[in-house]
């Protein structure tokens, strides 16, 4: 089958939105829209003809191609995308309750969605360019959704022109690499040898990806990225956007290889884990931490990469996907019934079973314990970096700061009310909708079952499954029990409050864990400098043009000063025509 | 039939008639000579596609022994630039003068102007371009001149004395070209495949006469003062043809002097340098400027400055993809005056210290300039994708990895225009009031640029495959 069709019911679905706008129609089409995207994408699997070019146009002889792929890991990338897109929907439909702004939200949700499949079919550079595009805009206008909210644009804005870096980025290798090679193909550009200019489209690609999947230094927008809703979150965090950079080197990982450049894609990997773990233990907004933690994971996938351990990095990929998702679903829903995002003021999460038991299989599932999948997808990463000792010792304290944030994050919203507020809020556990708790049940459900895909996925996908060690995993376990005691003793025992002061007492302590504000500082600091520099570019621009102005305006003076002698009045005209032949004789006569 | 004589005769003949008519018909001639045109050169590209070239002339002897005529030539450049030409031209007549009531003067304006575009860019005679281009200066002029805003003579005077003596150097290369051709001739295509045979130390002094007229035209850094002013000052429809179409006048004749004269090749890098310098001085100027209209001002000097990185890099790529950059360019800047000529008629305000939350009381005004700075910075699906690869695929052959520089001004460019929108127009803590309404005439203009825009982004095929 034709790969781009997967994505007409989601645009047809999109426009539909738009159309219906209010209407109580709309959510539902939308929904329709897309799981009948997500058939296609199944009934797609078994696809023979797995690389399809369309001509788009030619120039001096060179034929530009869109390439489409359907090779097993982009219909990976599409299944997750495809799958997640109708439970992001459904639980939309619990969590976005105003009419009014259903068809702008469900339109940009499909949009999104559409480019993020586009971006996973996509076979070469320039189809991935335009769904890359499409991700960075629609991402925009979803994070910046309630632009009514104070800090909602900002954080748009902070997104876009990170992102924007990263465009020009990419938009500048992908001509770098089709100057050298005529062709965007990636099969072709793997099988050509070496060039100069490559090099440098490498290193272009790696911004590009390092923008996109909030890596340092780009990776302040992601945390920020939290004003928008939360379905939006739980979106972008698990199978659309931030994935997208680990997809595109994955795929273009036998060429870093070959040019000898998985160091940097390594060193990245390990500072970006250190920070989204670092600041995921300190935030203490119920959103950012989670987000922290992606950086987190997405720095864990990163590192994969870089020791050239694509089987690892793919697992954690897929793992990711289920146990994220569902966290940010239950933050959306701990976040309704406290009406706070503050994780100090939320409580009672554990009022009520059933989402509080989804909650602790994502939490276990992130901290890796077996036999729940995120634990193959650690596990393999860990596994990958045995050969390198300090990267498995950095892995290690991440483990440990992983169990300490993941469980922190449990156990803060799950204390006890105090009296006054707790029906309130038991009352708002309860009123959750349906629609939210049934994708929060199914992705519960997944991050169990997928442990299946440890086995399943290798072979799909033809690469050797991740090797995980027994030991590894015993001193994980260690850890995160550890973490969980520690946890526990600190958040939720009965003289939490109380620890919270002492460890407020020890505020020097977390200036470290802190750590992301030195970054916003850094962005701020750079800003400043542009606009230094503009404000002497234009001071320049101002006097070089007022001295122009002086030259305009002495000319209109002159004009008007001229224009009084030309009156219309015969006898001055001919006053001054005598004075002149006057004034010309005597001049002649006196030469 | 030939079409093109039709195409020169149309606006000539609604010039008479926005003169001889009542002044409640104006608005409705203009429209419908922009529109006529604009439907014709479509066909033009219609036949050309099915002739799988674009070739059309036609010649009309004026004076003879001096080799002077209407002579009109237009190839796939021209093409191009006629039809970006009469798009703009039409949604400025459609969206019609919204700043004052002067319709008669208004219409008969952007008529004049009108005829001296179509000429220009079909014109084979440089005896003819010159006229053309001087008509269409002062029709300019008297654009700003009359129907600006509160500072409009001296911006206007600016504009005169900078073109003016653009004018003059173009006129001294003429005749020098006239004098030092074999035969004395004004036939392009002649000078085109003689030029090399004009002495090197004249070819020098044409290049740079001419270079400097082109490039005061465009205009380059450091000869762009007359531009944001006159931008500013003049009203909406001004603007669009100020940006959209006059500064393709001269990005027309760099093009012409890039692929006419082979003395050209050896200042690539020089220019190429200047190119990229312009583009990213004016991107800084851009970063301090508080009125929309003047930030949209400065970025025509950006996208120029891109257009002629392109052109310098004398390659096929860099020459086509400029020619389609002028079109991208164009649509893109027109669609940005336009929803900016909106918002100040909407809101009574330009400056974003001022303006607030404008999706609140002008939503499609607000998603159009979005739409608009997409357009602008080479989103895909937008004609400035199509344009940007080809230019930078010829100034990567060109120039090799530096080739790609002037992407730091697109970015820059873009980071503060979606600063400008979160500022002023999609963040809605408070909303500024309004003072008017969007018009049936506003939303037409819109509607007509964005879906050229969008066409030529998602079919270059119908260009790109005419060239040979």
């Known amino acids: 089958m034709f790969a781009p069709i997967v994505i007409v019911p989601m645009l047809i679905g999109a426009f539909a939105s738009l159309a219906l706008g209010s209407r109580g129609s709309t959510k539902y089409v939308a929904l329709a829209a897309s799981i009948v995207s997500f058939a296609l994408a199944l009934s797609m699997l078994g696809t023979q003809q797995q690389a399809q070019d369309v001509n788009w146009f030619a120039f001096a002889g060179n034929a530009f191609v869109l390439n489409f792929s359907l090779a097993p890991i982009h219909m990976l990338l599409l299944l997750i995308v495809a799958g997640v897109t109708p439970l992001v929907l459904g639980y939309s439909i619990g969590f976005m309750r105003l009419p009014s702004e259903h068809g702008r939200y469900y339109f940009e949700m499909l949009l999104f969605a559409s480019s993020m499949a586009l971006f996973a079919i996509s076979g070469g550079f320039l189809t991935m360019f335009i769904g890359w595009e499409l991700l960075g805009v629609t991402s925009y206008l979803l994070i910046g959704f309630w632009y009514g909210k104070e800090a909602a644009p900002t954080a748009a804005r902070k997104a876009i022109t990170t992102i924007l870096i990263g465009d020009l980025a990419m938009f500048g290798a992908m001509l770098l690499l089709w100057t050298a090679y005529h062709s965007f193909s990636f099969a072709v550009i793997q099988g050509v040898q070496h060039s100069a200019a490559a090099t440098v489209a490498l290193s272009l690609i790696l911004v590009a990806a390092f923008t996109k999947s909030a890596q340092f230094p780009f990776n302040e927008w992601l945390p920020d990225a939290m004003e928008g809703p939360t379905p939006v979150s739980a979106f972008l965090h698990s199978s659309t956007m931030v994935k997208a950079g680990v997809f595109m080197i994955a795929i273009l990982l036998p060429i870093y290889a070959g040019y000898g450049m998985l160091l940097p894609i390594l060193a990245i990997g390990i500072v970006s884990t250190v920070i989204g773990a670092t600041n995921a233990l300190v935030s203490t907004h119920i959103k950012r931490a989670l987000a922290y933690s992606t950086i987190e994971d997405l720095g864990l996938m990163f590192i994969a990469l870089g020791l050239n351990a694509l089987g690892a990095a793919i697992m954690l990929f897929i793992m990711q996907t289920f146990y994220k998702a569902l966290l940010f679903m239950n933050a959306g829903a701990i976040i309704k019934s406290n009406n706070t995002e503050e994780m100090w003021r939320s409580y009672e999460s554990a009022s009520h079973r059933p989402l509080f038991i989804a909650s602790v299989i994502g939490v276990l599932s992130l901290a890796g314990v077996f036999p729940l999948s995120g634990f193959f997808g650690k596990q393999a990463v860990e596994g990958a970096s045995v050969s390198a000792p300090l990267v498995y010792a950095i892995l290690v304290i991440v483990q440990l700061l992983t169990g300490l944030y993941i469980f922190r994050w449990l156990l803060i919203p799950a204390r006890r009310a105090p009296d006054n507020i707790a029906p309130k809020v038991r009352g708002g556990y309860r009123a959750v909708s349906i629609a939210m708790k049934i994708p929060i049940y199914v992705l519960a459900a997944i991050a169990v079952a997928a442990s299946a895909l440890y086995l399943l996925a290798p072979a799909y996908l033809g690469i050797s499954a991740p090797q995980i060690n027994v030991a590894d995993a015993a001193v994980a376990f260690a850890l995160t029990l550890a973490a969980l005691v520690a946890s526990y003793y600190v958040y939720a025992s009965r003289s939490a409050i109380k620890a919270a002061q002492a460890l407020r007492r020890y505020r020097s302590l977390s200036v470290p864990l802190y750590n992301s504000i030195f970054i916003n500082r850094a962005y701020l600091a750079i800003a400043a400098a542009f606009g230094a520099i503009a404000y002497v570019v234009d001071r320049f621009d101002y006097w070089a043009y007022s001295r122009v102005r002086v030259v305009s305006s002495s000319l209109i003076e002159m004009g008007r000063a001229t224009s009084r002698i030309e009156s219309g009045n015969v006898t001055t005209y001919a006053a001054i025509f005598v004075g002149g032949i006057t004034a010309l004789i005597i001049i002649f006569g006196l030469l | ?468």
């Open chain 2, 1 to 468: 039939m030939n079409i093109l004589p039709i195409i020169i005769a149309i606006p000539a003949i609604a010039l008479v008639l926005i003169a001889l008519l009542k002044e409640r018909h104006s608005k409705l001639i203009s429209t419908a000579s922009t529109g006529i045109v604009l439907a014709l050169s479509i066909a033009l590209l219609a036949l050309s596609i099915q002739a799988g070239k674009a070739s059309f002339s036609q010649q009309y002897s004026y004076i003879g022994s001096l080799g002077i005529g209407l002579d009109l030539n237009v190839g796939i450049i021209q093409l191009i630039l006629l039809l970006v030409s009469s798009a703009v031209l039409f949604a400025a007549a459609m969206s019609g003068n919204t700043e004052d009531e002067k319709h008669r003067l208004s219409s008969f304006l952007v008529v004049l102007f009108q005829l001296a575009s179509v000429g220009l860019f079909s014109s084979a005679n440089f005896f003819i371009f010159f006229i053309f281009w001087d008509v269409g200066v002062v029709a300019l002029f008297f654009m700003i001149n009359t129907l600006g805003s509160a500072n409009r003579k001296i911006a206007s005077i600016n504009f005169l004395i900078y073109e003016l003596f653009a004018s003059a150097l173009l006129l001294l290369a003429i005749l020098l070209i006239y004098f030092y051709t074999p035969v004395n001739s004004f036939d392009l295509s002649y000078i085109a495949a003689h030029a090399g045979l004009i002495p090197a130390n004249i070819q020098m002094i044409i290049f740079a006469l001419l270079f400097v007229a082109f490039m005061i035209n465009m205009p380059l850094f450091p000869t762009h003062f007359w531009l944001p002013d006159a931008h500013t000052e003049a009203s909406t429809q001004g603007s669009m043809l100020l940006s959209g179409v006059l500064t393709k006048y001269g990005g027309y004749g760099m093009l012409l002097l890039f692929t006419m004269f082979p003395i050209s090749a050896q200042f690539s890098k020089y220019v190429a340098v200047l190119a990229a310098a312009s583009a990213f001085y004016a991107v800084f100027v851009l970063m301090r400027q508080t009125d929309v209209k003047r930030i949209i001002a400065y970025s025509t000097i950006v996208e120029m400055g891109i257009i002629m990185f392109g052109i310098s890099a004398v390659n096929n790529y860099g020459i086509y993809g400029s020619a389609y950059a002028m079109l991208s360019h164009g649509l893109a800047v027109a669609l940005m005056f336009l929803a900016v000529g909106v918002l100040k008629h909407v809101f009574g305000e330009r400056d974003i210290r001022v303006l607030k939350g404008t999706v609140v009381n002008a939503r499609s005004t607000t998603y159009i300039f979005l739409v608009g700075t997409l357009a602008m910075i080479g989103f895909p699906f937008s004609a400035t994708f199509i344009a940007d690869i080809l230019i930078f695929l010829g100034a990567i052959q060109a120039f090799g990895v530096y080739g790609l520089i002037p992407l730091g001004a697109i970015a820059m460019l873009g980071a503060y225009l979606y600063f400008v929108i979160n500022k002023s127009m999609l963040s809605t803590k408070e909303a500024s009031s309004t003072v008017g309404a969007t018009t049936m005439g506003h939303r037409l203009g819109y509607a007509l640029l964005l879906l050229l825009i969008f066409a030529f982004g998602t079919m270059p095929f119908l260009l790109l495959n005419l060239i040979r």
